[in-house]
């Protein structure tokens, strides 16, 4: 996929396990939430993989060791090996591992998943800016990290010690919502500091080498559900997605969507990666998709017709991307997706 400014969703006729070899899925909002299965999950995955596509989940969560969440998927349903998961811890102690000496001591702000992840790497993880550490990681530790932890990070950076991030994902879902992610913790160093954290995880380059390094996909989809990350990742990474509307994304976010995040497919879960996806066709100074016709008037978009919802968000997503151009669409869309009940 070359990085052009896309104005729609494109149409598929092959079903998308069968047109790929590699689905390169994230795991919070498309797989599980809360740590148990989205609806439809569990059984679309299997016949995908039963088709011959290779599955591989990759997060930015860099909370626990793949063997931690290769068991989680596997006991609900979803036979996964440690070698299938790739995280943000694994792709930042790549990126430490390259600029500090073998043996180095790294002061990790976060859980087992980085601490592993580094000695993997041949570096040594250290809890204190006390420490000598030649580095500092930060990632998710989950709700019950210490307020403390942050205090040991600034120590440390604020003496000059550089600073690495496995994400900065602002928010991440729960089984009761959307609860602070890492980018929320990141935040408070820098605030403390005035630093600037280099980041691995998805969207930026080194999460996507480690999940190719990994997997050796030849011809990948991500599928995801945040535009943020999953989808400007694969932008950046100049590979195809496919956006689910099980996690954070809503309809409104997504007419919204800048180049970066608009995705190549769009569907309600993953039963969307084993069908072809609907073309969205021109239709005079609109776009039709399914049996809705959406066109960009001054101030809103404008939707008629009827069938299934998603077909009517397509089309919707072709009158905003191409009315906005190179540019997050502003025009109002409230009515039209009240009409698709989204």
Known sequence: MSQRVRTRSEGSGQALSEAYDTALLDLDG??????????HAVESLATAREGGMHLAYVTNNALRTPD????????????????????????????????????SRVLVIGGEGLRVALRERG??????????PAA????????DLPWGRF?????????????????????????????????????VVRIAT???????????????????????????????????????????????????LTGVTDGAQLLAAPPQHRPT??????????????????AGEG??????????????????????????LRALCAAAWTAAGEKACELDGGKALAKLGL
């Open 68 to 103: 931690a969440v290769a068991e989680h998927l596997t006991e609900l349903g979803i036979p996964t090996g440690p070698d299938d998961v790739i995280t943000s811890a694994q792709a930042v102690a790549r990126l430490i591992s390259e600029q500090v000496p073998a043996g």
């Open 136 to 143: 500092v990681v930060q990632g998710f530790g989950g709700p």
């Open 30 to 39: 498309v797989v599980y939430a809360g740590g148990n299965a989205i609806a």
């Open 265 to 282: 497919y769009v569907d309600a879960d993953l039963r969307g990666m084993l069908t072809g996806q609907p073309e969205v066709t021109e």
């Open 151 to 187: 205090a040991e990070a600034s120590y440390a950076v604020a003496r000059g010690v550089p600073w690495f991030a496995s994400n900065t994902d602002l928010t991440i879902p729960s089984g009761r919502g959307i609860a602070p992610g890492n980018g929320a913790a990141v935040e």
């Open 287 to 312: 776009f039709r998709c399914g049996g809705w016709t959406a066109t960009a008037g001054e101030a809103r978009l404008e939707l008629d017709g009827d069938g299934e919802a998603l077909d009517g």
């Open 194 to 244: 005035g630093a600037e954290p280099q980041v691995a995880g998805k969207p930026l380059p080194p999460m996507h080498r480690e999940t190719i390094l990994r997997t050796g996909a030849k011809r990948p989809l991500v599928v995801g559900d945040r535009l943020d990350t999953d989808i400007e990742g694969a932008f950046n990474g100049e590979v195809d997605s496919l956006l689910v």
């Open 123 to 132: 570096l040594e993880p250290v809890e204190s800016a006390e420490d000598d």
